[in-house]
T-cell receptor, first 113, second 117 residues
Framework: DAKTTQPPSMDCAEGRAANLPCNHS???????VYWYRQIHSQGPQYIIH???NNETNEMASLIITEDRKSSTLILPHATLRDTAVYYC??????????????FGSGTRLQVQP | DTAVSQTPKYLVTQMGNDKSIKCEQN?????MYWYKQDSKKFLKIMFS???????INETVPNRFSPKSPDKAHLNLHINSLELGDSAVYFC????????????????FGPGTRLTVL
């Protein structure tokens, strides 16, 4: 799995967009970018994933640069409930490699009222 | 309905004891996992089972023994508990054989906080 680099912490005002960056400069062609988050004392929760196109779901948007060396998770209207540690994970699709997730230290997002 | 459940939620025990943590998923998934989150909050894979077969066994002391009686259950038994085993243990499950899918997310349980005194 390619190594990822994330800022250790970020703040965001409630109602504003939260933009969480992730660097993955050694990503290979068959590796996807996944985002999970862990709200305090709970199990991690899947948010979104992508290969090279931008993706959007009901929780967030994922913007991947054209060279795929970095990506940004966007929470369009952050709420207090979005306060959590956000993990960016790069790995091959499950059918072609290991199934487990390798978590780094993530970004602790604090949404301020 | 709880998708992935773990029991107990909290476990406090003395060094040297043997204890078990149970995990059950009602999602019909074919793959289950155990992760350990230590005091520094790093989350690491320990074991993975697919259709009751051990797939991943990371560098974990052999005092830890997973057991999968069926696809819906993956239990973790720990012998001769040590202080360093204190952590939060998360069970997770996913469906890895879904045709046409690019990714099947992992669903995590609420965690079991193990404290060894």
């Amino acid at each position: 799995d390619a190594k990822t680099t994330q800022p250790p912490s970020m703040d965001c005002a409630e109602g504003r967009a939260a933009n969480l960056p992730c660097n993955h400069s050694t990503i290979s062609g068959n590796e996807y970018v996944y985002w999970y988050r862990q709200i305090h004392s709970q199990g991690p929760q899947y948010i979104i994933h992508g290969l090279k196109n931008n993706e959007t779901n009901e929780m967030a948007s994922l913007i991947i640069t054209e060279d795929r060396k970095s990506s940004t998770l966007i929470l369009p209207h952050a709420t207090l409930r979005d306060t959590a540690v956000y993990y960016c994970i790069v790995r091959v699709a499950p059918r072609t490699g290991r199934r487990a997730l390798t978590f780094g230290s993530g970004t602790r997002l604090q949404v301020q009222p | 309905d709880t998708a992935v459940s773990q029991t107990p939620k909290y476990l406090v025990t003395q060094m040297g004891n043997d204890k078990s943590i149970k995990c059950e998923q009602n999602l019909g998934h074919d793959t289950m996992y155990w992760y350990k989150q230590d005091s520094k909050k790093f989350l690491k894979i320990m074991f993975s089972y697919n259709n009751k077969e051990l797939i991943i066994n990371e560098t974990v002391p052999n005092r830890f023994s997973p057991k999968s009686p069926d696809k819906a259950h993956l239990n973790l038994h720990i012998n001769s508990l040590e202080l360093g085993d204190s952590a939060v243990y998360f069970c997770a499950s996913s469906q890895e054989k879904l045709a046409g899918a690019t990714y099947n997310e992992q669903f995590f349980g609420p965690g079991t906080r193990l404290t060894v005194l």
